[in-house]
């Protein structure tokens, strides 16, 4: 048993790792400065209800009795967590850098991808708990199955020695993984150019022990070759192809040969997700009978396409679409169920804002139907030494430039003055909880 501090305990990997080490008989505290902000955020009430203590981030929660503290990679390094761990001469890992130690005890599953590896890596999960192989799990994102009392839901404590992880390619910790396996779904502009995202994603692969788990669609993943790969698909020739697809309006059907699949999460891109999850497990010798009859009862992960409110007239969807592929995949999704659609759109950070500043523009000036209307609020700032040198108003200006109808709005409570003037609003944008409950919002007015 140890005792040890998260700073920056609220982000959705972060968590992950409190509540795996938590449950594994460790003394956990942390803290996160959105939860300095928020109080009551629901993921610190969930972490306080399971006996983690929560602290302000300004280092009043860390002593000398701390054996390790865990940073997330947001925390810079003039914290006062951090200085105050420093000071004390506490040991100091990165998440990444523990969550690499904590990983090599298992046989391990990296999902990776700069869209949909969350989804995948809960869905495989999810099936392989149901399958029976009892799986750990650690993940980015909060599986619907997995909500109970006390359980933030993205992660599991089984029995076997299998792993799944979600791997993510922020911050460049994706090349120091040594799994067995590798899923990786895509290949697209995120947090880093693509080039960059390429060669790390090309060094997982390598370093991978056994086979890795490609999406043969993807134009960026072609251009990398990979070892002992497994290829699925949906346009093109691959190992596991879906046809005879139906794309319905809140789930999608397909056929891999000859036995039928439907995955209850609407659009291409869960077809996707699914293909690489039975991929994976054909290889572990799981028959696609019994994956079949397991995977339609995977409910997602919370803020992918959660449906506040479906009444008929009124449709009002939440989601954690942030980079240029994702919302390009959420767009294409509810255009299949609704026309003239208001978009309400939350850019998270000034440095990916201004990373990904022409991939949005292309994405709503591609997207966006003359009956469409998007507004954009205020770029997230969870606090932090970014350089404030974007603005929402700067991609409003440029979307505009192309006829569309845009414009930014300040205050949420302003949106509330125009819900008479369309039926479908889609509320997207990541790491601010406070969305949903924006969401959730709206729906009740609109009731």
């Given at each position: ?54 602290f ?16 997330s ?12 761990a ?67 839901g993205n992660?599991?404590q ?13 911050d ?24 960059e995202?390429?060669?790390m ?15 043969g ?9 990979f ?6 698909s949906?346009?093109?020739s691959?190992?596991f ?9 809140f ?13 209850s999460?609407p ?10 999850c ?8 799981i ?13 997602g992960?919370?803020r ?16 954690y ?12 999704t509810?255009?299949?169920i ?47 030494t ?21 414009q ?7 949106i ?8 479908t609003?889609?509320?997207f ?17 609109l009731?």
């Amino acid at each position: 048993m140890a005792k040890i501090y998260l700073s920056g305990i609220g982000g959705s990997g972060m968590s992950a790792i409190a509540g795996f080490l938590h449950d594994s008989g460790n003394i956990i505290a942390g803290s996160d400065r959105t939860f300095d902000i928020q109080p009551d955020n629901n993921t610190a009430n969930i972490l306080r209800a399971k006996g983690i203590s929560i602290f302000r981030q300004d280092g009043s929660g860390i002593d000398s009795s701390f054996d390790l503290i865990i940073s997330s990679t947001a925390v810079e390094s003039n914290n006062p967590d951090i200085l105050k761990a420093r000071k004390l001469g506490i040991p100091i890992k990165t998440r990444p850098e523990f969550l690499n130690h904590l990983i090599s005890e298992y046989k391990t599953i990296a999902v990776a991808g700069t869209s949909g590896k969350s989804t995948i890596a809960g869905m495989l999960a999810f099936i392989m708990e149901r399958l029976g192989l009892e799986p750990n799990y650690i993940g980015g994102g909060r599986v619907k199955n997995f909500f109970k009392n006390n359980y933030t839901g993205n992660y599991l404590q089984g029995k076997s020695d299998l792993m799944v992880f979600e791997a993510c390619e922020s911050d460049g910790s994706i090349i120091r993984y040594h799994p067995e396996y590798t899923i990786i779904s895509n290949l697209s502009l995120d947090h880093n150019p693509v080039s960059e995202t390429a060669k790390m994603f090309k060094i997982l692969g390598e370093n991978s022990n056994k086979k890795v788990f490609i999406n043969g669609d993807d134009i960026n993943l072609k251009n990398i070759k990979f070892k002992n790969s497994i290829s699925f698909s949906i346009d093109n020739s691959s190992d596991f192809r879906a046809k005879d697809i139906s794309y319905n309006h809140f789930d999608s059907v397909f056929n891999i040969n000859n036995v039928s699949f439907r995955v209850s999460l609407p659009g291409k891109h869960n077809v996707y997700n699914a293909l690489s999850c039975i991929a994976f497990l054909s290889e572990l010798n799981i028959s696609l009978t019994d994956i079949s009859e397991i995977i339609p009862d995977f409910k997602g992960i919370a803020r992918r396409f959660d449906v506040h409110l479906n009444n008929g007239k009124y449709l009002v969807i939440d989601d954690y679409a942030h980079n240029p592929h994702k919302i390009e995949s959420l767009m294409q999704t509810i255009k299949n169920i609704r026309g003239s659609i208001c978009y309400i759109f939350q850019p998270h950070g000034f440095g990916p804002t201004k990373l990904m500043k022409d991939g949005y523009i292309r994405t709503f000036v591609d997207n966006l139907e003359d009956s469409d209307y998007l507004i954009l609020l205020p770029i997230f700032y969870a606090g932090g030494t970014a350089k404030k040198d974007i603005s929402s108003e700067d991609l409003v200006f440029e979307i505009r430039k192309y006829g569309k109808s845009a414009q930014v709005i300040h205050e949420r409570s302003e949106i509330f003055n125009i819900l008479d003037k369309y039926d479908t609003y889609v509320i997207f944008g990541a790491r601010d909880d406070s969305l949903s409950d924006f969401a959730r919002q709206i729906s009740e007015k609109l009731k």
